[in-house]
């Protein structure tokens, strides 16, 4: 009789790059990954956020709510998971951007901010000083955290190229949000924040032929980083960049644009496209959405790096499959949100 309960056994999580971790019966990769030390990046930890994702390489997982709603199709197709949705029915062996490839030693630095500076309307720039420098590959993110807000750390993308000390978030307010409500609204110079990355796997692949870059709103943060340090190395590749507005008052970082276009090693063309502007107004350069523009204006590309909210980016990537554009790569970095999925 007691055999028919098969008493459940823990199985080994390996982490590549990183260890071997035992995972006990019910315990969820991402905890039994914290419990045992490791820097696994979170956010929501309820399979909100995705900041948790991480590359199925061998064995089987059993998925405690459905990651389809928060992964693009493309990460689904590539096996990706939940680490906080996943409980393992196998040894298990996975890849976790920024921790597996060992490109960046993921650190926990305690800086102050150095300044907020208005971007738009509805997005600052917070400059943060480290007491040492932190090495990220330009595209990654950080999670971030504040003494004021407990409900746990949030995830922001890199702004910059690496610069030593300082490194820099573009942070757009969430009405109701609690931490870009804080950034846009009430931080200030000298207040303590800690900064836990690199993680992710959102940077410049090796490649040729026309690249194009994709932002919306904040999405700029990444985008803006990875071409910067490509321009520093004199990548020569063709860009086509197009940034995703709501009016003229929401375009931002127009002379960083336009130095980055200057520098460009190679043909860069820059199109932003306005999704609300009135239509009386002086603006004469693209009216609608992203979406629109992309069979036309990028035909050629041979890679995609996008970064946005999920809907733009969800969009976009149809059309670049309608199109059969992009195939060597999409590379998405999704703004996903604790609560926030694919709204
Ligand atoms: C990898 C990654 C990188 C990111 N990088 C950036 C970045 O560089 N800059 C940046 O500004 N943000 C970025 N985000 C989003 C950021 O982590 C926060 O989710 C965002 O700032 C809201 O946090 P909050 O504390 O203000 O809101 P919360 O207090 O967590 O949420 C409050 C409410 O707002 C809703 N909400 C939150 N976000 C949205 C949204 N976008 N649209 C509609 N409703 C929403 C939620 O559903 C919730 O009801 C990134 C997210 C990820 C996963
Ligand atoms: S930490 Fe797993 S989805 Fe947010």
């Given amino acids: ?111 102050e901010i150095a300044a907020v500076e208005r971007l738009t309307q509805d997005m600052v720039r917070v400059s943060v000083k480290l007491p040492e420098p932190l090495n990220y590959l330009p595209g990654q993110y950080a999670l971030v955290s504040v003494p004021s807000i407990t409900s746990g750390p949030r995830s922001y993308s890199f702004a910059t190229a690496p610069k030593g000390d300082t490194v820099d978030f573009f942070i757009r307010e969430v009405p109701g949000g609690e931490m870009s409500v804080w950034a846009n609204q009430s931080a200030k110079a000298g207040e303590n924040i800690t900064i836990d990355g690199p993680y992710g796997d959102f ?28 321009m520093a190395h004199k990548i020569d590749r063709d860009v086509i960049f197009i940034y995703g507005a709501r009016t003229q008052a929401d375009l931002s970082c127009q002379e960083d644009i336009a130095q980055i276009a200057s520098n460009w090693s190679g043909a860069f063309r820059f199109i932003p496209v306005l999704s609300e502007e009135p239509e009386d107004s002086d603006w004469e350069g693209l009216r609608g959405l992203v979406t629109d523009f992309i069979p036309e204006k990028a035909a050629a590309v041979t890679q995609t790096y996008m970064c946005g909210p999920p809907p733009m980016l969800d969009a976009a990537e149809a059309c670049l499959k309608e199109h059969n554009l992009s195939n060597d790569g999409i590379f998405c970095d999704r703004f996903t949100n604790r609560s926030y999925n694919n709204k």
Avoid: W
């Fill in 203 to 230: 940077y410049l692949r090796p490649g040729s032929g026309e690249m194009l870059m994709l932002a919306g709103g904040s999405g700029l943060a990444p985008v803006l980083a990875i071409l910067e340090d490509a």
């Fill in 1 to 111: 009789m007691f055999g028919l309960f098969k008493s459940a056994k823990p199985h080994t999580l390996t982490i590549e790059g990183v260890g071997e971790f035992t995972v006990n019966p019910k315990e969820t990769i991402l905890s039994a990954a914290l419990r045992q030390g490791v820097r696994f990046p979170y956010s929501c930890k309820v399979g909100g956020c995705a900041t948790c994702k991480c590359q199925l390489k061998g064995g089987k997982v059993k998925e405690l709510t459905s990651s389809a709603f928060i992964l693009s199709a493309e990460d689904l197709d590539n096996q990706f998971i939940l680490g906080c949705q996943s409980q393992l029915k196998s040894d298990v062996t996975v890849y976790v951007g920024g921790l597996s490839d060992g490109s960046s030693e993921v650190k926990s630095l305690s800086g």
